[in-house]
C-alpha cells in the first residue's frame, strides 16, 4: 500500500501531509482477519490525523465516494485505496459462505461458487449461450494477460483446456473462475481546477453509478446483471452517453467468473442479451475488435483483487486514455468504462465512465 501510495503521489504531484483532505479505503474486515482494519490505512498513505473513511465495498464503490466527497466542496483532493492480501487467507470459501443468507442458504453446506454454477447454468439455458463460448473469454482474457506486466495468470489457453478442466460446480470449471492474487491501487482524485493546474493528462470521471440487487438469492433474476444494468443507465445518464457501443473506446468489465464478463457485456448495453457470447467468438472484444474488453486481462488474467479489482479495472482505463498501455495500447481511446461486481453472493456493481478530454 505504501509502495502504491508514494507512485500515485509523485504521479499527482501532491504532498499528503500537505495537499490530501480525505483518504478513503476499500476493505471488508473479512479479508484481513481481524476487525477494525482502517486503523493500518494513515500510516501506509500518509494520513496520520486525518480523515479516513471505510467502504465496505469494491474500489469503483470507494471512488464514487471520493467523488462525492470533492463534489461537496470540502476536498479538492483525495486519495482512494483498494488492495488484496488474499495470500494470508487459508479459508477464502468459509469467507464467502458466511455472507450467504443465514437461514435458507448458509444452512446448505455448500460450496458458495455453487452459487455461480446455478447461476451459469441459468444464463446459458436462457440466453442459448454455449461452455465453448464462456471458455473463449478465459483465452480471451489469458492472452490479453500476456502484455500485462503486473498480470499474475497469463498465458495461453485453447477452449479445450478451459472445458477439460476440473469442474467446480457444473457447468463451472476451475479455469472459469479467476484465481486470488495479491495487489494494491492508490488513486488521487482531485477537483476539476486543480486538476488542470497539476496534471498534464488528466483524466476526467464523466460518469459514475451504482447499484444493489436483491440480497436474496431465491428474488433475483438468475440469467441477467440487473445492478450493472441499472449502474450503467446512471452512469450513462450523467456522462450524456447515447449510443456506448460507439462512443465507448474499451471496457474493463467483471469477468469474476467467466459467464460473467458476457452477462455483464449485454447488461451495459453493448449487445442484446444473449449476443455476448457469439460476438466474443467473433473476436469483436479483442483487443483489435469493435470493444475491445479486459484488454489488461480482467480478473481472469491480472488476478482476483477482491475489493482492489475494481480499482485494477480503473487503473487501465487510466492508462489506455493517457496512451500509456504498452503493448496493450488501444488506438485512438478517448472515453472508457470500468465496471464492478462484488462477487458471490452480492448483487452489488458500479460502473464509471472515464475520458482524457473535459
Avoid at 490530501?20 to 484481513?32: K, L, M, N, Q, V
Avoid at 496520520?48 to 465496505?56: A, E, K, M, Q
Amino acid at each position: 500500500m505504501f509502495e502504491a501510495a508514494v507512485k500515485a503521489f509523485n504521479d499527482a504531484g501532491v504532498d499528503p501531509r500537505k495537499d490530501i483532505g480525505s483518504c478513503i479505503t476499500a476493505a471488508e474486515d473479512y479479508w484481513e482477519g481481524y476487525s477494525i482494519f482502517d486503523e493500518f490505512v494513515p500510516d501506509q498513505l500518509g494520513a496520520v490525523l486525518r480523515s479516513v473513511c471505510t467502504v465496505g465495498g469494491d474500489g469503483l464503490l470507494a471512488l464514487a465516494n471520493g467523488v462525492m466527497q470533492i463534489e461537496t466542496g470540502l476536498f479538492d483532493f483525495v486519495t482512494i485505496e483498494a488492495h488484496s492480501k488474499a495470500s494470508d487467507i487459508l479459508t477464502f470459501p468459509n469467507i464467502l459462505t458466511h455472507a450467504l443468507d443465514p437461514i435458507y442458504n448458509r444452512a446448505f453446506d455448500a460450496h458458495p461458487y455453487f452459487v455461480a454454477g446455478l447461476e451459469m447454468q441459468r444464463y446459458l439455458y436462457e440466453t442459448k449461450t454455449t461452455r465453448e463460448q464462456c471458455a473463449a473469454v478465459v483465452v480471451k482474457n489469458k492472452r490479453n494477460a500476456l502484455d500485462n506486466p503486473a498480470a499474475a495468470f497469463p498465458g495461453k489457453l485453447t477452449v479445450s483446456d478451459v472445458l477439460s478442466s476440473e469442474t467446480l460446480a457444473q457447468p463451472l470449471t476451475r479455469r472459469d473462475v479467476s484465481a486470488l492474487a495479491d495487489g494494491a491501487i492508490v488513486m488521487v482524485l482531485a477537483s476539476e481546477a486543480k486538476a488542470k493546474k497539476l496534471a498534464s493528462q488528466p483524466i476526467w470521471i464523466k460518469g459514475i453509478g451504482w447499484c444493489t440487487d436483491t440480497p436474496w438469492l431465491e428474488s433475483r433474476d438468475w440469467s441477467a446483471a440487473t445492478y450493472a444494468r441499472l449502474a450503467s443507465e446512471r452512469a450513462y445518464k450523467m456522462t450524456g452517453l447515447k449510443d456506448p457501443l460507439k462512443q465507448i473506446a474499451l471496457a474493463e468489465v467483471d469477468d469474476y467468473f467467466s459467464y460473467k464478463e458476457l452477462q455483464h457485456i449485454e447488461a451495459l448495453g453493448f449487445c442484446k442479451k444473449g449476443e455476448a457470447g457469439k460476438l466474443t467468438e467473433q473476436g469483436t472484444f479483442n483487443r483489435d475488435g469493435r470493444l475491445p474488453v479486459n484488454v489488461s486481462g480482467g480478473r481472469l488474467g491480472a488476478g482476483n483483487l477482491l475489493e482492489a479489482s475494481a480499482l485494477q479495472s480503473t487503473l487501465e482505463c487510466v492508462l489506455q486514455l493517457r496512451q500509456q498501455a504498452g503493448k496493450r495500447q488501444v488506438k485512438n481511446a478517448r472515453m472508457a468504462l470500468a465496471q464492478s461486481w462484488r462477487g458471490v453472493p452480492t448483487a452489488t456493481g458500479c460502473v464509471a465512465v472515464l475520458s482524457n478530454e473535459l
